[in-house]
């Protein structure tokens, strides 16, 4: 079975642990490569909606070592009854509203990986607001796009998983360019600035004009912090 390389770049932030969700699982990809991997000894498998839950079914045989919930974000966990958790290929809001909705659950966990495809930098803020420390930020590039992962544990978890890890940390307040980066990621973490660049260099050149100062101020900012982070990783 080949999995993606976002897939892999998850399933890589895993410590090994005896149980872990995958939160909005569709076809369960992940905890297919945790089991082959011996990454965990049991899944829990959730989706909101029957249909992917059903594509999950179809990934394993019916002695593999996973169970199948129907519902809502963390709402079919018990609390307590896993190591871990992933929620990925979601946007960062409804991560966030995921995990606002259950915080019993979610900090007794050892650690959660999150994989937001959107609004990664306002998931950051509310994480670190919000009693998780962000261990590492992850980064995989997958056919044109940068897929960004961030590793948490709570801050009670006292967790020194993922702390030896190498890592550089940002020189700035604005998370939208991550916090530690996972030293083994840095080659996708470039290409990412780059794209940032680009992105905010156009936006730039289009609302220089008097008419669009805010915003031209605002993409001039992130121009100047993207120059900072890379002159730092030069160093
Ligand atoms: C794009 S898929 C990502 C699948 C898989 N996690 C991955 O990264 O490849 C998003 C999945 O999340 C499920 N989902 C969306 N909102 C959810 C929620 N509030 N609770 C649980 N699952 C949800 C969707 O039904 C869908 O199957």
Not at 33 to 40: I, P
Not at 103 to 132: A, D, Y
Request: charge should be negative; charged fraction near 25%; proline fraction near 4%.
């Amino acid at each position: 079975m080949n999995f993606s390389k976002r897939i892999e770049g998850i399933a890589a932030c895993i410590d090994p642990i005896q149980v872990i969700a995958d939160i909005g699982t569709d076809h369960g990809y992940l905890p297919q490569l945790l089991l082959a991997e011996h990454k965990t000894q049991k899944a829990i498998l959730t989706d909101v909606n029957e249909g992917p839950l059903n594509n999950a079914k179809n990934t394993f045989s019916a002695d593999s070592p996973v169970e199948f919930r129907l519902g809502n974000g963390l709402e079919p966990i018990f609390k307590g009854e896993v190591d871990a958790c992933v929620i990925a290929g979601m946007g960062g809001e409804l991560i966030r509203s995921i995990l606002e909705h259950d915080p019993e659950k979610t900090l007794s966990m050892s650690f959660l990986v999150l994989q937001p495809m959107t609004e990664q930098g306002i998931l950051r803020q509310w994480l670190m607001s919000n009693g998780f420390e962000i261990l590492y930020d992850a980064y995989v590039y997958e056919r044109g796009k940068i897929y960004e992962i961030i590793k948490v544990a709570p801050h009670e978890a006292n967790c020194i998983l993922g702390k030896s890890d190498d890592v550089f940390s940002v020189p700035t307040d604005d998370l939208e360019f991550g916090y530690r980066i996972l030293a083994r990621s840095i080659e996708a973490y470039q290409i990412f600035l780059e794209l940032r660049f680009k992105k905010y260099n156009a936006i730039y050149q289009n609302t220089k004009s008097a008419d669009y100062y805010e915003q031209a101020e605002n993409a001039l900012l992130k121009l100047q912090t993207i120059e900072k982070i890379k002159r730092q990783l030069e160093t």
